[in-house]
C-alpha cells in the first residue's frame, strides 16, 4: 500500500534501533503516530476548535501567560509550530474518523447500545444462603429498607454491602449480574445468586440510557478506526522484523 511505502521509506533507521522501540514499547505508538500524521497531513481544524483546544491546554497545564508559555516551551525543548502541532494532532485524527467512519457509526451504536447502556446499582453480598434468602424475603416484601438492613449487618463480616454503585456499563459487569440488571425494572430485588463465594441480592437503582449525539459517534468511530489501525501497525511490525532478518 503507498501508505505502508511512505513510511517504511521515512523508517531508515537499523535493526537494532527498530528492536530497541520494541522491547521497550515505543514501536508502536511511534507507528501509530506516524500512520496518522501521514493520513491526516492534508486535512484542516476549524480555527475556532484549535484555539479552543490551545486555550484548553494552557489553561490545564497553568500557562496563564505568555512567559510560562514560553518557559513551557523552552523546558521541553519545543518550539511554538512543535507544540501547535501536538494539539492539531488528535483532532486531525478525529476529523479524519468521523469523515472515513461516521456513516458507519450509528449502526454499531445501535449493535452495541444495552452495553454502552449505564445503570446503579446496590448489592449485598452474604456468605450463607439462608441470610441472604431471609434478608431478601424482608426486602422484597418491604419489611425493611435497605438502609435499615444496612445498619443491623454492617458489624457483620459475614455480609457485605455495595450501595448506588455507578453509573457504570453493564459491559464491565458479571454475566449473571448484567443478566439480572439489564432487565429487571427500577427498585427490583433479585433472588439470591451465587457469585464465588457469596450469594448476591442485586437491586436495580437506575438505568441511563445512552443517545446517538456528538460524541458518542465520536466513540464509535473512534473504536472503529482503532480496529484499523491496530491490525496495521501489527502488520508493520512483522514486515519491519522481517525486513531486517
Known sequence: MDLEKKLFDYLDISASTINKLNQTNFLRPFLKYLIIEELTKDLEVPQDILEN??????????????????????INYLTYQDLIDQITHPLKKNVYML????????????KRKVELDKIIFSQICAK???????IYLKLEGRESSFGEIKNLYRKNKEFIFHENVGPINTSSLEPKMKEFLVKQGEDEFQEPILIDDFWVILRLDKKIDTVFDDQMKLLMVT??????????????VNKLQ????
Open 128 to 134: 450463607d444462603r439462608n441470610s441472604a434468602y431471609d
Open 242 to 245: 522481517n525486513w531486517h532478518n
Open 53 to 74: 483546544s490551545f486555550n484548553n491546554f494552557c489553561l490545564t497545564n497553568g500557562l496563564d501567560n505568555k512567559a510560562k508559555v514560553n518557559n513551557f516551551l523552552q
Open 99 to 110: 469523515s472515513e467512519y461516521g456513516h458507519l457509526a450509528e449502526n454499531l451504536y445501535l
Open 223 to 236: 473504536e472503529l478506526f482503532e480496529d484499523w489501525i491496530q491490525n496495521e501497525i501489527q502488520d508493520m
